[in-house]
């Protein structure tokens, strides 16, 4: 680590240190922090919908892509999605 590395780290740390002890030892710092606590859960939750709405597309464009591969002949084996090797719902 140079010396300017160094100096970064330490100003960095100053001021985590400081935003931190504002926060939880000034009365405004605590006012402040009840006032933000509803709006991160919000905004927490939807990141957590928003991470769902990804797992979804994800899962549906892998089928769609496993179901593409079937219909072209490039799985290279049965397909057995459905009961009795059946390849299609109907």
């Not at 680590?1 to 939880?24: H, K």
């Not at 591969?69 to 299609?88: L, V, W």
């Amino acid at each position: 680590m140079n010396d300017r590395q160094a100096m970064a780290a330490t100003v960095v740390g100053a001021l985590i240190g400081g935003v931190a002890g504002y926060l939880f030892f000034t009365e405004r710092g605590r006012s402040f922090r009840r006032q933000l606590e509803p709006a991160l859960e919000d905004f927490l939750r939807e990141l957590n919908s928003f991470r769902g709405t990804v797992q979804k597309a994800a899962g549906v464009a892998s089928e769609s892509w496993k179901l593409l591969n079937d219909m072209i002949g490039e799985s290279g084996h049965a397909s057995h999605r459905y009961p009795g090797g059946q390849t299609a719902p109907f």
